[in-house]
Each structure stands twice: as C-alpha cells, then as structure tokens.
T-cell receptor, first 114, second 115 residues
Framework: GENVEQHPSTLSVQEGDSAVIKCTYSDSASNYFPWYKQELGKRPQLIIDIRSNVGEKKDQRIAVTLNKTAKHFSLHITETQPEDSAVYFCAASGGASGTYKYIFGTGTRLKVLA | SAVISQKPSRDICQRGTSLTIQCQVD?????MFWYRQQPGQSLTLIATANQGSEATYESGFVIDKFPISRPNLTFSTLTVSNMSPEDSSIYLC????????????FGSGTRLTVV
C-alpha cells in the first residue's frame, strides 16, 4: 500500500526565515496531496493542497511543490512567524489504497524562534 | 467546509469499559472517517464509515473492538470497547463531502485516558 515519509521530524528556524518540509510517497497513482497544520491540543487544519496535474501552488506565505517523477512534494513557508509554530502533516490519496483515503506522513514539529 | 461537532471532548475511563464517541456534521456527507492519534504521533485511519453499509476497517483494527455506526448522512459513532491503557489516545472523526479533491475536515477530537 501507500507509504508516506516526511522529513525532518523537527525543524527550528528564526523568525523571518523560510522553512521547508519534504514528503515522499510510494504509490505513483496517488493524485492529491494535502498539508495539515496542527497546533497543540487542536484539530488538524488544511492549509494547502495540490493535485497531480499541477506542479506548484501558492497561497500567500505558503507554497507546495510536487515532483511526480520523483514522487515527492514539499511545503514551503516564507517569512515565518511565531504563529507558524505547530506540527505539520503531509498526506497522499487517490492511489491504490482508495480514492478518498488519506495516508499521512509522520509529522514535522516546526518551531519559529522569535 | 463542513462543521463537525464531536463529543465528548475528553474522558477518563476504567479499563474493561466502553466509550462511544459521537460526530455530528452540519451537512450531508458521503464518507466519514475515524482516526486515532497517539500522543506525539501521526494520524492512523481506523475505519471508513459509509451510510447504509458496514464500516471498512484498516489493518490492525477490528469491528469487535471498534464498532462503528452510520445511521444517516450527518452522524456517526465510534465505540472503543473493552478498553485497556493502550487505547489511551486522541480519536478524531473526519469527513469528505464527496466533492472531488476537497480536503478533509476534522472534528475537534476526543482525548481518551484509560486507567
């Protein structure tokens, strides 16, 4: 079945710097890749997503890139702020595991240092 | 996006007992999903609940331990049966409206502690 690897597990950046989180997936049939942000004690919230027919998507300070050939996708956060501190999860869906079933990565704990 | 009401938000239960978690959605949704998130860990899918059919369980999860009901398109329950301390976790429901390429919305979660 699908397997999603996520790196790094923890990431510390200075406020204003950029942060990059990378995920790789195993099922080449996967076609939808959401990213979730989970603050401490709260539910995961969708922050951005990308479909397999698009190579890049941007929403203000966050962007996601997808390389289908290499089967990896990345989350980019620019001009980081303390409120960006949270755990970020990538996911993949649409592959052999099932069209709507999400397989999540292991998560990245981002700390933005003021 | 859909709004999900999940309850209880937390509970402390004795081992050997059962707890039923409820999720109510403010609109009709095709699929509902139940996840478990152990402390500091990722989200693991327990089962997919479709209205009118039995839930589909993932490897490692069985119906006797985690029975699920889906009586209509806006409501589902997950029961954690015969609990042990290893069941201590956060349980989250999630919905997919069925609209193509629409991200899941999660409920607020139920923090379960088994003593």
């Amino acid at each position: 079945g699908e397997n999603v690897e996520q790196h790094p597990s923890t990431l510390s950046v200075q406020e204003g710097d950029s942060a990059v989180i990378k995920c790789t997936y195993s099922d080449s049939a996967s076609n939808y890749f959401p990213w979730y942000k989970q603050e401490l004690g709260k539910r995961p919230q969708l922050i951005i997503d990308i479909r397999s027919n698009v190579g890049e998507k941007k929403d203000q300070r966050i962007a996601v890139t997808l390389n289908k050939t290499a089967k990896h996708f990345s989350l980019h956060i620019t001009e980081t702020q303390p409120e960006d501190s949270a755990v970020y999860f990538c996911a993949a869906s649409g592959g052999a595991s099932g069209t709507y079933k999400y397989i999540f990565g292991t998560g990245t704990r981002l700390k933005v240092l003021a | 996006s859909a709004v999900i009401s999940q309850k209880p938000s937390r509970d402390i239960c004795q081992r050997g007992t059962s707890l039923t978690i409820q999720c109510q959605v403010d609109s009709q949704v095709t699929m509902m999903f139940w996840y478990r998130q152990q402390p500091g860990q990722s989200l693991t899918l327990i089962a997919t609940a479709n209205q009118g059919s039995e839930a589909t369980y993932e490897s490692g999860f069985v119906i006797d331990k985690f029975p699920i009901s889906r009586p209509n398109l806006t409501f589902s329950t997950l029961t954690v049966s015969n609990m042990s301390p290893e069941d201590s976790s956060i349980y989250l429901c999630s919905v997919d409206t069925g609209v193509t390429n629409y991200g899941y919305t999660f409920g607020s979660g139920t923090r379960l502690t088994v003593v």
